[in-house]
C-alpha cells in the first residue's frame, strides 16, 4: 500500500509540473514579450519556477529568450517570447538563432538600421549617441554608429549634435 501511494505522488507531481508548464506556456503566449518577474506576476507563481519552466521551454524549442541588454551599470532582465511568434525569425531545423538575427548571428542587411530606428522611435524625447543605442540593442558601437550616419543621409535620422554625436528620430510632416 505504501508503494501505491508512492506511485500516486509521482503522478500527482507530473501532473503539477505539466499544468504549471501549461501555465506559464499560456501566458507567454497571452503576454509576449514579457519578463520572468511580469510572467510570474501575471501567474502568481514563483519566480523561479516560471524561470525554470521558461529555460525548459526554450530548451523544448517553445519559447525564446531574448537578452535584455544593459543600461550603464544596470543589466536588463530579459524579455521571453513564444516561438511561435509572427515576430521572430526562425532558421533552418537543427539551426540557432539570435534575438534579432539569422542563425549565423548576423544580421540581414537593413536590419540593424530597422533596430536602431525603432529604439529612437521608443525613445522620442532622448538625443543619443551610438554607445547608449549600442548598449540598448546588445550591438557593436561602431557599427551602430556607421548605421546612425546612414540613417541621417537618407533622412530617417537627424543629427541633433556634431560634437558629441547625438541623434534622434527625424520629425515627420
Keep these: 500500500m505504501h508503494e501505491n501511494s508512492n506511485r500516486r505522488s509521482t503522478r500527482s507531481d507530473e501532473i503539477d509540473k505539466v499544468s504549471t508548464s501549461d501555465t506559464v506556456a499560456q501566458a507567454l503566449t497571452i503576454r509576449p514579450g514579457s519578463t520572468v518577474a511580469e510572467l510570474a506576476a501575471a501567474t502568481g507563481l514563483g519566480r523561479s ?10 530548451a523544448a524549442g517553445a ?3 531574448q537578452p535584455g541588454g544593459r543600461d550603464r551599470a544596470q543589466r536588463l532582465p530579459d524579455r521571453w517570447m513564444p516561438a511561435s511568434d509572427p515576430h521572430t525569425k526562425t532558421a533552418a531545423p537543427g539551426k540557432a538563432t539570435t534575438a534579432g538575427g ?4 548576423r544580421l ?7 533596430m536602431v530606428v525603432g529604439y529612437l522611435i521608443s525613445h522620442p524625447d532622448d538625443e543619443v549617441g551610438p554607445t547608449v543605442v549600442a548598449r540598448a540593442l546588445n550591438r557593436s558601437q561602431g557599427a ?13 535620422v ?4 556634431e560634437t558629441p554625436r547625438r541623434y534622434r528620430r527625424a520629425a515627420t510632416a
Design 158 to 161: 537627424e543629427l541633433t549634435s
Design 144 to 156: 551602430v554608429a556607421n548605421a546612425l550616419t546612414k540613417l541621417v543621409t537618407t533622412g530617417e
Design 49 to 58: 519556477t516560471v524561470g525554470k519552466v521558461l529555460a525548459a521551454l526554450e
Design 108 to 114: 540581414s542587411k537593413g536590419e540593424l538600421g530597422a
Design 102 to 105: 539569422s542563425a549565423t548571428g
Design 63 to 65: 519559447a525564446r529568450r
